[in-house]
């Protein structure tokens, strides 16, 4: 066996990988942070989401956020989903990608770069424009049920006794991505939605159905189910 291309391919792979995981590393993770206030006490759900710059070599300058809506079980069939997505004034899917950054410029008064979001600590409040858009499904097996929930009077669609609590986020550590697995390697992404509403795992068509039962207006034709679910 000749061993002579051995060291310069061994090389070349190297620079390979080392490269595709600068391509596709995060920017940053946050973890979304939703509570509610029920006749029950409080409730809450949260999930870890990336987000992830454009570093490639086609100049699209398009960033992406990969995670799962959060699902809040507020008990007795009872449910509240804050959506990847935010109203602007028709439905907005890239604000994800810099809902934490806008949250800690708003908490600090200041801007923080993009490139530096790694480095934050600490929760910060969500408020105001920056909640993304929630709903609850009456059947959590039908897309048809959702109506969407205002976050200053969620009483009309849950029932009395519920308030929206504090919605937070906080940028977490990026691991040893791709092998961030969990514990010392870095929390990975957080997935369950689809389990949550199985009906995800059908056509896209249930995800615009909830969509459109909760009266959101997508202005320019969407991909809905990202609305729920990003990969």
């Not at 946050?30 to 989401?49: F, N």
């Not at 956020?65 to 449910?79: M, P, S």
């Not at 977490?172 to 369950?192: H, I, S």
Request: proline share 8%; hydrophobic share 45%.
């Amino acid at each position: 066996m000749n061993f002579k291309w051995f060291g310069p391919l061994a090389l070349l792979a190297a620079l390979v990988i080392g490269d595709q995981i600068r391509i596709n590393r995060p920017g940053h993770k946050y973890r979304l942070t939703v509570t509610v206030e029920t006749p029950d006490g409080s409730k809450s759900a949260s999930g870890v989401l990336a987000v992830h710059p454009d570093r490639g070599y086609s100049r699209g300058g398009h960033t992406r956020t990969k995670g799962d809506a959060i699902f809040v079980d507020l008990g007795a069939g009872k449910n509240l989903v804050a959506l990847l997505a935010h109203l602007d004034p028709a439905l907005d899917l890239d604000g994800m990608n810099y809902l934490a950054l806008r949250a800690y410029n708003a908490a600090r008064g200041s801007r923080v770069p993009f490139s530096a979001m790694s480095g934050m600590s600490g929760a910060v409040p969500v408020q105001g424009a920056l909640v993304p858009v929630l709903v609850s499904f009456a059947d959590v097996n039908d897309p048809a049920t959702a109506r969407r929930v205002m976050p200053d009077h969620p009483e009309a669609v849950l029932g009395p006794g519920f308030h929206l609590g504090p919605i937070a986020v906080e940028v977490v550590p990026n691991g040893l991505w791709p092998l961030d697995f969990g514990g010392w390697l870095g929390e990975p992404v957080t997935r369950g939605i689809v389990a949550r509403l199985p009906w995800l795992k059908g056509s896209d068509d249930a995800a615009a159905t909830a969509l459109k039962a909760a009266g959101l207006q997508t202005g320019e034709p969407i991909d809905a189910k990202q609305a729920f679910t990003r990969n």
